[in-house]
């Protein structure tokens, strides 16, 4: 028998945050992204509610309310509860070149520069 396909939640991107390495965290976040995409829009909330458990990395763990708080809010919808209590005390910008960093600055979604993290839109493009 075979088991029906299910879009990943963002708490079990967060498990395969955890486990990958740096250079392979983007792809992954690149397939959550398509495939949430692909739900349909009844559906995608639920990918956002279960919180996820600590990547071990904290700047990934608030990547994941960020985030959590950018589909939601594209939806016109609030961000679930747990995404409200991360952020960072330090900025982050994951995309370190000098141009990257100035279109983030000038760019980046609310969901993420609230919290310290400045990524350009596109990077989240797939969504």
Sequence with gaps: ??????????SVLGKWLAEAGEGQRWRLVAEFLE???????????MLLGPEPLSTGDER?????AGLAE??????????????????????WFPFGSRAAR???LVHSPAAF?????????????VA
């Design 1 to 10: 028998m075979t088991a029906a396909y299910r879009a990943a939640s963002l």
């Design 102 to 104: 100035a279109d983030a």
């Design 35 to 45: 495939e949430y995409r692909h739900e349909p829009e009844q559906d995608r909330l």
């Design 113 to 125: 520069r609230r919290r310290g993290i400045f990524i350009a839109p596109q990077e989240l493009g």
């Design 70 to 91: 950018y589909l939601a809010a594209r939806a016109d919808r609030a961000a679930p509860a747990w995404a409200e209590r991360r952020s960072l005390r330090r900025f």
């Design 60 to 64: 990934w763990d608030v990547f994941l």
